[in-house]
């Protein structure tokens, strides 16, 4: 596993990014880590985003020193993930397109309408 990237995003975000490859096991550290910064509850971070292969932190640049959210950002980047990352159910969302629940695809793409 590669040595976790933190990029910034602005005045407000940095982009922690575990790996380029798309993995179960560099999502699962994603995971992990997005949901240790969340529990750590730093002091003027607004939300913690996580993707398949990276996380968002935003922040309050007003209320948050830069140097102590990297360094705890690089803290929690280096720990190990916790397998139970792993173990979790996917998330299903269930989508409708067409009929009664999309009636007006058939006007807006003419070429569906088959």
């Known amino acids: ?20 490859r798309i993995d ?7 995971v992990a880590f997005a949901d240790a ?16 292969r990276s996380v968002a932190v935003y922040f309050d640049p ?7 959210l990297m360094a ?11 397998d139970a990352a792993a173990d979790r159910d996917p998330i299903r969302i269930p989508v409708c397109y ?3 629940l999309g009636p007006d695809l058939a006007e807006r793409w003419p070429r569906s309408r088959k």
């Open 62 to 68: 007003l209320r948050t020193r830069y140097d102590a």
């Open 98 to 100: 067409g009929g009664e």
């Open 37 to 52: 910064i969340h529990a750590a509850n730093i002091p003027g971070v607004r939300d913690v985003a996580p993707s398949f």
């Open 1 to 20: 596993m590669t040595v976790p990237r933190i990029v910034p995003a602005g005045d407000s975000a940095l982009i922690v990014e575990f790996d380029e």
């Open 24 to 30: 179960p096991v560099v999502n699962a550290r994603t």
């Open 72 to 82: 705890a950002l690089e803290e929690h980047a280096a720990r190990p993930a916790a």
